[in-house]
């Protein structure tokens, strides 16, 4: 008996770790298949012309520098417009206000926008800014959908960081002579702005694999953009288009692996480029 | 006339009183040691005299404090400008996440000082009083974060003293310190009240008696005695004083 209850927990231990283990690996192992699967058909495809010619005959035959360039000027046009916003409002709701029913709203109100699937955005987007305020399908009305979709996202992960600065740092800015402004933007936000982008560069990724809220308000054109008021089609649509209308499973591949690569890059470029900032700032 | 004068402080978290009518005056340069059992409201006091408190909105003082005659609570105080002549070393280290400099720095940047050589001077004086110079000269530009706890104590006394400020409250500065850096941070002081004015809430009896000119046993939130430090370290007029430092309780 006494023998039992010892063992017991050990047995339970060490299942416990190979059930966590297998779980673990059992998805990276998925993962990675799907990557490798996708670069083994997509990486043959890729080839200078691929990246630098505008799409023919439906995206049959050329490349897909169009889609690449529409891709990149919805997400950054969205980075630009929501970034600012969701970190204000990020900043507003831990340092500016008590727990009260404004907070409260916004809060939900994020927190309820989060949850709702992109087709619905992109539905809104399209009524509201291609239709009623006559934007038509554009980079504009595609990026402020896009803004829209990830500000909850970005005000979450940017609050959380906020609220995970030690109160100390603000004790110690404030007991220094600092100002509430001065201790936010030189206690608090340095600290912080390491989950802040990690929030914004987890919505560089949504953006740049949306499909259907850019489908809806950017539009399906294969043509360059060439302003904010042009439409475009970006990487995801192509892909999607591409693969289910049966155009060009060869490039549907090649699509599919450049937007995986293009993610990666924008994680790697980010990454270093606050790590840069954040080691520069600490030499200052 | 007395650096500070404090009549009949009372202090509140919410309906709980943590301060009761407490009056004290604080001599210019001199240290005063503000001792007692935990508890006691020592923290709370030292934080309402730079009202630090101010960030607690559960907090409430009722009272005067006069710093250099002026009440701090009135209405043209400037909270910015009182919290640089009352400068504050917390009870535990607490460096900000930046390189040494920067640290010991950021009151004067605050200020608005911008040029190197002048804060390069202010952080270098600032540590040469914490004596902390000598060990980290040649490398102000690694993470405060990377040095000892007894270092990342000295550095935030440098801190406080960048500022240059007239008075320096230091909550138990020596805690989870060891004999030597305590040491340190003594020697500093007796060196700094030349220089400023010094509230310390200090690690124990001991070191109160070793450091202080004036000594003020609290107790419970109320001022039980104050007095020179050798009367109350040989001669307590108040038995309960008598009881603390003889050990018989706390
Ligand atoms: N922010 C706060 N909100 C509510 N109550 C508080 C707050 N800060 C302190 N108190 C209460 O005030 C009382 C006195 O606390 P204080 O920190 O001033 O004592 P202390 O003498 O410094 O104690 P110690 O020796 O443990 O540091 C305690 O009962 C504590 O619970
Ligand atoms: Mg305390």
């Known amino acids: ?284 | 006339m007395n650096k500070i004068s404090i009549e009949r402080l009372n202090f509140f978290y919410k309906d709980k009183q943590v301060i009761r009518d407490l009056s004290l005056e604080i001599e210019a340069n001199k240290i005063l040691s503000v001792f007692g059992p935990s508890n006691s409201g020592i923290t709370t006091f030292l934080r309402s005299l730079n009202r630090l408190y101010d960030l607690v909105p559960e907090a409430r003082m009722e009272g005067l404090i006069l710093l250099d005659g002026k009440d701090i609570h009135a209405k043209d105080v400037s909270l910015t400008e009182l919290r640089r002549r009352v400068g504050m070393v917390f009870d535990v280290p607490t460096p900000l996440p930046l390189s040494i400099f920067d640290n010991v720095a950021y009151g004067p940047r605050l200020g608005g000082v911008k040029s190197r050589a002048k804060l390069m001077e202010t952080v270098e004086e600032a540590l040469r009083m914490a004596a902390l110079w000598d060990e980290v000269q040649n490398r102000l530009d690694i993470p405060a974060m990377s040095l000892s706890g007894g270092q990342q104590q000295r550095l935030c006394v440098a801190r406080v003293l960048a500022l240059k400020p007239e008075v320096v409250l230091l909550d138990r500065p020596c805690s989870g310190l060891d004999p030597i850096s305590t040491a340190k941070i003594e020697e500093s002081l007796c060196e700094l009240k030349k220089r400023f004015t010094i509230v310390i809430a200090p690690h124990n009896v001991q070191q109160a008696g070793r450091i202080s000119d004036r000594a003020a046993f609290m107790l419970s939130g109320e001022l039980v005695e104050e007095d020179s430090a050798q009367m109350i370290f040989s001669n307590p007029k108040n038995s309960r004083t008598n009881d603390y430092i003889t050990g018989r309780f706390g």
């Open chain 1, 1 to 284: 008996m006494d023998k039992n209850m010892k063992a017991k927990p050990r047995i339970g231990d060490k299942a416990a770790k190979a059930v966590i283990w297998t779980a673990a690996l059992l998805v990276i192992a998925v993962l990675v298949c799907i990557i490798l699967y996708v670069l083994a058909k997509g990486l043959p495809v890729i080839s200078w012309s691929f990246l630098t010619e505008v799409p023919r005959n439906m995206g049959r035959e050329g490349g897909v520098a169009s889609t690449i360039v529409s891709t990149l000027l919805v997400t950054f046009t969205a980075i630009v417009i929501a970034t600012p916003l969701g970190i204000g409002t990020a900043f507003y709701l831990a340092e500016y206000t008590k727990e009260g029913i404004i907070t409260r709203i916004i809060r939900f109100s994020a927190e309820s926008l989060a949850g709702i699937p992109s087709i619905v955005y992109g539905l809104f987007g399209f009524v509201f800014f291609v239709e009623i305020l006559g934007m038509g399908w554009s980079v504009l009305s595609g990026g402020l959908t896009l803004a829209i979709m990830i500000l909850p996202t970005v005000i979450r992960t940017s609050e959380e960081a906020i609220i995970t600065v030690p109160k100390s740092y603000r004790e110690v800015s404030f007991s220094l002579g600092g100002t509430k402004w001065q201790t936010i933007f030189r206690a608090v936000f340095p600290s912080a702005i390491r989950g802040i982008t990690n929030g914004v560069i987890l919505s560089v990724g949504r953006c740049v694999a949306e499909t259907a809220a850019v489908y809806l308000t950017l539009g399906s054109t294969l043509r360059m953009p060439t302003s904010l008021f042009s439409p475009g089609r970006s990487m995801a649509v192509h892909f999607y288009l591409l693969a289910s209308e049966d155009i060009s499973m060869e490039n549907a591949y090649g699509t599919a692996a450049l937007l995986i690569i293009l993610i990666f890059l924008i994680n790697v470029v980010a990454n270093t480029a606050v790590n840069r900032m954040i080691a520069k700032n600490a030499k200052r």
